[in-house]
């Protein structure tokens, strides 16, 4: 098509209107989770402005360039309100948000002072816990039943409760990073799966537990670890039947974002790269469980991912064929939440001469994560309201914010920030029956 702007589905039926209130159910409230939970409260009152979140603060242009037209996201698709969203959730542990935010040491003393009533107020429910997934805890607030069948039972017991208070609910694992596991045949059918929660099938994580009663009961659901969790054959079923969205999984916030940035610069200019070494230091609880080797293999394998897909070696073997690529993570207790990262490139450019890239991000881990998590209850919510996403399942246009986005079977995922976000706006202009966006432009020189 000969335009820049090309025609969106008028066929779309527009997202139905965010009427109420909206239940987020996080699981997991250590300092992702407090982070956005007080974050919120604090954009409400008027304390402080949401620095990083694309539903609250983006734009998104429609039209030509020449229209001038650009809205906010958020006027221009129903959302939920900030003040009409409701939380509450799960840990192990039983301190109440404003301790476990206190714990975390992610936000200053005097913000959390002004909050202390409203996080008080939000006690967790017991977890379901097993230290087999996550070694490096001890959980003493958690749930007993007689198999995990029971246990997801009293999971979908504890929505049905907060649903009699909110009109419609969101979950989110902001929980830890489990061991790794790989698909079994318990994953491979709804059926399989549940005759696995009556056997306590071993490859049956917590995560899942959550992930089935959310699913069950028609509750979309975000993934903000690297768990397996949703990445199954039953979960996509149980997500397209029940029309409960879901997503990739573990946040893109402080080195992969920066990778998923540059990676795409040096293979748009055919540069080629040879090794890429990155390591981190972190000293939050999350670090503390990453210090397991068990669940390190689970994240190391969604952080190694991203570039393999960006640089396409098949296709540039001269460029990216041999890359060097190493990830480490290493606990260091004084650093708190507030992890550094480096990244030592090695990149060859005309004629093969090499030459190196350093980068030093001093990054706040929680403060990137929180608008993300936000963002992505926000527009799972959207997804559920709109009628071409909700029986879809897996909403790719929401790989912007995930390390490990999640395709259909047999689809290559899709790395690049600028094309995640491309992506994401024109399913906003689709579901809302807008032209797309193709940025070919010819018609301004006719
Ligand atoms: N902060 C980031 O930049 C970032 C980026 C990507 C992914 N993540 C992931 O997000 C998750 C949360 O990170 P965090 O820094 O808040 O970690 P955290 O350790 O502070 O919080 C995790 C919380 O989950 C609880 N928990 C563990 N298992 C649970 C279960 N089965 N049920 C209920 N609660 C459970 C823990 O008690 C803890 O309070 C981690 O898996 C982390 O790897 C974080």
Redesign the pocket.
Known sequence: MSTEVQSGQKTAQNAAPAKGKLGVMV???????TTMIAGVEAVRRGLAKPIGSLTQMGTIRLGKRTDNKSPLIKDFVPLADLNDVVFTG????EDNVYE?AAH?KVLDNETLQQLKPYLEAIKPLP???DQYY?KR?H?THVKKGKNKMDLANQVREDIRNFRKTVDRVVMIW????EIFLEPTAVHASIEAFEKGLQNDDIGIA??QIYAYAALTEGVPFAN???NLTVDVPAMIELSKKNNAPICGK??K??QTFMKTVLAPAFKARLLGVSGWYSTNILG???GE??DDPESFKT?EESKLGSLEYIFQPELYPDLYKDIFHKVRINYYPPRG?NKEGWDNIDIFGWLGYPMQIKVDFLCR??I??APIALDLVLFLDLAQRTPSLRGIGIQEWLSFYL?SPQTREGLYPEHDLFIQLMKLKNTLRHIQGAELITHLGLEYYD
Do not use: E, H, M, Q
């Open positions: 699981v997991g409230l250590g300092a992702v989770a799960w840990d192990i542990f476990s975390a977890a379901v816990f996550v805890l959980g902001c929980g830890s990073t917590p995560s903000g670890a690297p573990d946040f916030t402080g939050n609880r999350d469980v990453l994240k939440d881990d929680s990137l994560a390390k």
